[in-house]
């Protein structure tokens, strides 16, 4: 019995160690990003689509009324870009890091590597996540039910840890950072012209993870199909993220 209470106590330990080391490196990383305020300036940037979206679109429907058709897709596009600027905040964050070789000292400090790149992967998800969900359900111009657009939240929100990791493995510093980011958004945008090919030609997209997401927004009232859309585009999401992390620990740690 004494045992079990001391292997209990140690566990517990342990967990609120780590605890501790999350919400020291959350408290750091907040800092950094609105120390620059071009950085800080991006969690407000949801705000701003959602003002576009709920003024802006309606006010250029009445002059374009075929938008209305459109504005599941208009939704779909802005959530995805929204999810990426996380990804763009912890991106430029780290790099700074890499130039002052703080990412070298993590390995020598009681931070594992393992857990120091969940910690940048969880938050930068958490937040393409809540991004995504605010935008769907304040949009004004779309009505999802909630739970699905949780669903799709999720699937925004594994766009950011995949941006980052991409930008992090390749770009040797800021401007390199930016090139890569102009270059990333072509994969946001490039899933849209499925829409507008009326044929069997378009499932060719269906290579990319967010081909799938758009179509689960563009068809969410067809349950099953929504599932089956849903379902693609997180299995894809996972393979990448695989792939690219076992890229991102052999070029960075």
């Known amino acids: 019995m004494e045992t079990q209470i001391i292997v209990t106590r140690g566990i517990k330990t342990m967990y609120w160690h780590k605890i501790n080391k999350i919400r020291v490196l959350l408290k750091n990383d907040l800092k950094n990003i609105f120390r620059d305020r071009s950085l800080g300036f991006m969690f407000f940037v949801p705000l701003i689509f959602i003002a576009l979206l709920r003024y802006l679109v309606p006010y ?3 002059f374009l009324p075929v938008l209305t058709d459109y504005y599941l897709i208009i939704v779909g596009v802005f959530c995805a870009i929204t999810a990426t600027f ?3 905040l912890i991106s430029f964050v780290m790099m700074d890091e890499r ?3 703080v990412l070298a000292v993590f390995k020598v400090m009681p931070v594992s590597p393992a857990l120091f790149i969940l910690y940048r992967t969880a938050f930068i998800t958490v937040f393409a996540f809540l991004f995504s969900l605010v935008l769907i359900l304040f949009s004004g111009i779309i009505h999802i039910p909630i739970w699905q657009a949780i669903l799709l939240s999720m699937l925004y929100s594994l766009l950011a840890p995949f941006v980052a990791l991409v930008v992090l493995s390749f770009a040797r510093n800021k401007i390199e950072g930016a090139t890569l980011f102009k270059g990333l958004s072509f994969i946001v945008a490039l899933p849209v012209a499925g829409i507008f090919i009326d044929s069997g030609w378009r499932y060719l997209l269906g290579i990319i993870p967010l081909y799938w997401t758009y ?4 068809n969410f009232s067809n349950i099953p199909y929504f599932f089956m859309c849903f379902i693609s585009s ?5 393979i990448i993220l695989f792939l690219t992390f076992r890229l991102f620990r052999s070029r960075v740690f």
């Open 215 to 218: 179509e689960s927004v563009m």
């Open 99 to 101: 130039d002052e070789n």
């Open 60 to 62: 250029i429907t009445t």
């Open 86 to 88: 996380p990804a763009y």
């Open 234 to 238: 997180l299995v894809l999401h996972i």
